[in-house]
């Protein structure tokens, strides 16, 4: 990052100009600058949540196309007398025929239009009850006395107490996103209140309950986003105290934000139920990614301050040199994590998924181009927060908490352990369930609407099941239409299920009105009566319940649950059922019912396969970046407890697993691996700087404990904000993400200084930045047998220290606790007797010095700088982490270090001859 944090640092207005036109392509995408016409659109559909592409989204595709849409709304005018008087009735129709007349409805079912089925005179009449609703107390009765004994509108079109009529409205075939744009269940609505009279006016269904859902969760974006803007500018403000540590930060979001949606708007991806998540989940991630920066930048100038634009500008470069290859790696992991999710097999998952590394893309990004840019050029800051009271209360409690966690490094190790195995055991317990109609507020319409309607005429969502036939004209088999029959029964006996239909009640009716009592079985038992029966009928009896070639059947079943869980529990006795049809006919249901259900279950489970694969992934990043699978494996620790934590509780509380729930595991992975990256980047640092692992976490906790804190207490307002939503779902996914960063922020301040205390890390970065000169392994005896990349290894388990010429080494007799090698310069080694220097000998690159004295205790002869030079010391307990870190090369080392030290020894004893 030398280079690269010069260049930024040097040439800001250059990096501006860059971003300040990325930007500007970014808001076109957004708007069209030239029209000013919007082209970031809003999906509010639900057809993105199902699976694309898959048997059973194409199963269920076929059958609309075969039987039209199963979804309806259904309006329940409530009167105060009985629907059967002449007032009433005529508000029923008056309200059928608008609804009838509005455009993109495509039929309306009430008592008004529907179809009786009689003999009359020795003929079969098909058609409306009644043209013009009857005033006669006689004619009345009749009417109601004949929709009461109907078997399917005596139970759906009339509540039971007689005061309620039910109309069912099915919309014209189109697709759901253009359904809900032109909000037809909300013009129902308005036209139902609109006719409704002193009645009153009730409504519910599918399509109005996703309208609901959608409209409430776009508008939610007009009320969170600001707030979390405002927080942000708030905790920035109350954690810096300067014009620039409040602004920054929060314009770096900002236009993360505006790259994102400027990117989505370019490639003519909406925003959905589920990627309207990543406004708030970028402003999130953002606030983290910036505040570390920015924390690093005051850290650098209280530790060396800057007095002229040119020192300012070397400040700044240092920022990115000592951080910005760790934002970078953080940024990496992020991405990992939530690249994991562009495996899904449903779209809007997979949309969220890639729309999100693209926004931690955006943000790392600027967190490493413009926030240092607009830093360098805005020049020294009058005043530094922190600096005047060198840290006070938060440096103290930095120590106690590092001293805490070094003192008692094991219990925490081993409470971890414990908290992630109990977390593993409680996980066994999460159940998956989704609530669609319970996910809104007790009182809402929607919600008192479904209740009423379900409690007064049955269930009011629906799904299908298709029957197919072995043969063309298979349902004109009175044994088939038999069969159907029997699984109406079969399903209209259990809980879940309200009423049931297809044609062989069509058929039935038709035969009972042509046989009348004579009529033995419901079913005529000749094909020929059948097929008779089905072409009076025409399509009054056969739309929506039989194809044109009369091979494919279907049976409507509206359910009384919407509940994932009992709905699973109903599907899955339901598919033991349709396995028992005889052999001729195959049957599978399907629908907007059953395909959510299903999908739900696909989408939590992907989840927790994508949350393997991100773990397994970032673990293999880190170990590469730290050069260890075993400190890989520590370093996983701090990120994986959260998450297992975050999984346990569900379990533990029975909160259920859904479509909201299962994306808190890869948010909370994405931020507990940003704060680990960071606290490890900074524990590098200071433990090069002191040389001591407990000196350095209580210097590391001194530098993050500020930025941590203030970054969590943002992200939990922040998730604490979608407490504001309508829907319980976002409710609770607010409140557990808050949870989960809190568990996180504790592990950061426990459990990473912790792990972090009683090892030495090497990082991949260090490697490719240590300088040991050309060919270190050929060229220094004590790296003999190793590799360049071994060599480097060892030389980061110790330490590189620079000494200018003429300084003092060793003095003879004094207590040597290390040993050096010479990298490059020039050391000379002489005694002092009777006040006379006598030299002994210079030491050059590869030579070591020190060695007798590290194994014996004292110095046999001083050692001076005779030229700058650059030397690797290494102490005992460098040589003893080598062996418990790197055994191999510990082993090869040693042997170097025993042929030195042999040399030696052979070397003075030749002297003394």
Excluded at 145 to 168: F, N
Aim: glycine content about 8%.
């Amino acid at each position: 990052m030398g280079r690269f944090g010069r260049f930024v640092a040097h040439r800001p207005a250059l990096v501006l100009a860059a971003i300040a036109l990325a930007t500007l392509a970014a808001v076109h995408g957004i708007v069209d600058l030239r029209t000013g016409r919007l082209r970031l659109s809003v999906d509010p559909s639900i057809e993105r949540l199902l699976p694309e592409g898959d048997d059973e989204r194409r199963f269920y595709d076929r059958a609309r196309q075969l039987f039209g849409a199963d979804e309806f709304v259904v309006v329940l005018l409530d009167f105060d007398g009985d629907v059967f008087e002449a007032e009433s009735l005529a508000r029923v129709a008056r309200l059928t025929r608008r609804l009838e007349a509005h455009d993109g409805v495509a039929r309306v079912l009430s008592v008004a239009n529907a179809t009786q089925i009689e003999s009359r005179e020795g003929d079969l009449f098909v058609g409306p009850y009644f043209d013009e609703p009857p005033s006669d107390p006689a004619a009345l009765a009749r009417l109601r006395d004949a929709i009461r004994a109907h078997p399917l509108y005596g139970k759906t079109l009339v509540t039971g107490d007689g005061r309620g009529a039910a109309l069912v409205v099915g919309f014209e075939r189109m697709p759901e996103r253009e359904l809900l744009e032109r909000r037809l269940p909300a013009q129902v609505a308005e036209i139902a209140e609109a006719e409704r009279g002193p009645a009153r006016a009730w409504i519910t269904g599918s399509p109005h309950a996703k309208l609901a859902i959608s409209e409430s969760l776009v508008g939610e974006l007009g009320r969170i986003l600001p707030v979390l803007l405002l927080l942000a500018v708030a905790l920035t403000a109350a954690a810096f105290r300067t014009l620039r540590g409040t602004l920054l930060p929060v314009s770096t979001i900002a236009l993360a934000l505006v790259w994102t949606l400027g990117a989505m708007g370019w490639s003519g991806s909406p925003l959905n139920l589920v990627s309207n998540l990543i406004p708030g989940l970028l402003i999130t991630l953002g606030f983290a990614a910036a505040m570390h920066v920015v924390s690093e930048y005051y850290e650098v100038l209280r530790r060396h301050p800057a007095a002229d634009r040119a020192e300012h500008r070397a400040r700044v470069a240092r920022v990115l040199d000592e951080m910005g290859t760790a934002v970078a790696v953080n940024g990496l992991t992020t991405v990992l994590g939530f690249a994991s999710l562009c495996t899904s097999a449903v779209v809007a998952v997979r949309l969220f998924g890639a729309w999100a590394v693209v926004g931690v893309v955006a943000t790392t990004i600027l967190a490493v181009t413009f926030l240092p840019a607009v830093l360098a050029a805005l020049g020294p800051p009058r005043r530094v927060p922190g600096a005047e009271s060198g840290g006070g209360a938060v440096d103290r409690l930095a120590a106690r908490i590092a001293r805490f966690d070094v003192r008692h490094r094991r219990p925490i190790l081993a409470g971890a352990l414990v908290l992630l195995v109990l977390a593993a055991l409680a996980m066994t317990r999460i159940e998956v369930a989704t609530t669609y109609i319970g996910d809104f507020p007790e009182d809402s319409p929607v919600r008192r609407g479904y209740e009423e309607i379900t409690r007064r005429i049955g269930g009011t969502t629906a799904f299908t099941i298709v029957v197919e036939s072995d043969e063309p004209g298979g349902f004109t088999r009175p044994e088939n239409l038999r069969a159907l029959r029997e699984l109406q029964d079969w399903i209209e006996a259990q809980p879940e299920v309200a009423t049931t239909a297809s044609i062989a009640d069509g058929v039935a009716l038709l035969h009972r009105a042509l046989r009348g009592e004579a009529a033995a079985t419901p079913i005529p038992d000749e094909p020929k009566l059948v097929k008779q029966l089905l072409l009076f009928g025409g399509d009054d009896v056969a739309r929506g319940f039989l194809d044109r070639a009369q091979r494919t059947a279907s049976v409507v079943v509206r359910s009384n649950v919407s509940d994932s869980a009992p709905v699973r529990t109903f599907l899955e006795r339901l598919d033991a059922r349709l396995a028992e049809l005889p052999r001729r006919l195959g049957a599978r249901a399907t629908g907007d019912l059953v395909l959510l259900n299903r999908t739900v279950d696909a989408i939590a489970v992907g989840e927790l396969q994508s949350l393997g694969t991100a773990f397994l992934t970032i673990y293999l990043v880190l170990a590469a970046m730290l050069t260890s699978f075993r400190i890989g494996l520590v370093a996983l620790l701090p990120n994986l407890l959260p998450v297992a934590i975050y999984f346990g509780t569900l379990g533990a509380l029975g909160i259920p697993l859904n479509l909201s729930t299962s994306l808190i595991g890869s948010i909370a992975l994405g931020i507990a691996v940003d704060d680990t990256v960071h606290y490890l980047a900074r524990f590098n640092l200071e433990a090069r700087r002191l040389g001591d692992e407990t000196e350095a976490t209580a210097a590391t906790l001194r530098s993050v404990i500020r930025p941590v804190t203030i970054t969590t207490v943002g992200l939990v307002l922040g998730f604490l904000a979608f407490l504001m939503s309508d829907t319980k779902s976002q409710q609770q996914f607010g409140v557990l993400a808050a949870f989960t960063m809190a568990v996180a922020w504790a592990l950061e301040l426990t459990l990473s200084p912790a792990l972090s205390s009683g090892i030495r890390l090497v990082t991949l970065w260090d490697l490719l930045a240590l300088d040991l000169g050309p060919d270190p392994h050929r060229q220094i005896p004590l790296f003999d047998g190793l590799s360049a990349r071994q060599a480097r290894i060892f030389a980061l388990m110790a330490k590189v220290v620079p000494v200018r010429a003429g300084e003092r080494l060793m003095r003879e007799g004094e207590q040597g606790e290390s040993m050096y090698v010479v990298i490059d310069g020039e050391l000379e080694a002489s005694l002092e007797r009777d006040g006379k220097r006598i030299p002994l000998s210079r030491m050059q690159r590869g030579d070591t010095v020190g060695e007798i004295a590290l194994f014996s205790g004292a110095r046999t002869a001083d050692v001076d700088v005779a030229r700058d030079a650059r030397l690797l010391r290494i102490a005992d307990a460098d040589l003893a982490r080598l062996g418990r870190r790197y055994p191999r090369i510990a082993a090869k080392v040693y042997r170097n270090l025993n042929r030195i030290v042999a040399r030696r020894v052979a070397s003075t004893a030749r002297a003394l001859r």
